[in-house]
């Protein structure tokens, strides 16, 4: 079993700046492909970044350039740096950490873009 558990959302201006944390219970994280997923009321949930266990990461379209994933095993924890926010970055963000067998997620945190 695996918690996430997500910090850093909030509000912020067009233009400005964020950087979510996911701290998980267990140092078994560093195994997984680790995400950030966003969803707005109405729409599935999207990717937004992930990275692998060797540290490759892989961005949506809509923010390469704009955010960076990182992740620091010794804290067990990765990290979302976003920037040059937009207000169509506003949605739930969601931490997840997958498995062969299982993905896990956390309870998500509010990211609010105004205009």
């Known amino acids: 079993q695996v918690q996430l558990v997500e910090s850093g959302g909030g509000l912020v201006q067009a233009g400005g700046s964020l950087r979510l944390s996911c701290a998980a219970s267990t140092n078994a994280f560093s195994n997984s492909v680790a995400g950030w997923y966003r969803q707005t009321p109405g729409k599935q949930r999207e990717l937004v970044a992930e990275i692998s266990a060797g540290g490759t990461t892989n961005y949506a379209d809509s923010v390469k350039g704009r955010f960076t994933m990182s992740r620091d095993n010794a804290k067990n924890t990765v990290y979302l740096q976003m920037n040059s926010l937009k207000p169509e970055d506003t949605a739930v963000y969601y931490c997840?950490?997958?498995?062969?067998?299982?993905?896990?997620w956390g309870q998500g945190t509010q990211v609010t873009v105004s205009s």
């Open positions: 997840s950490a997958r498995y062969i067998l299982h993905t896990y």
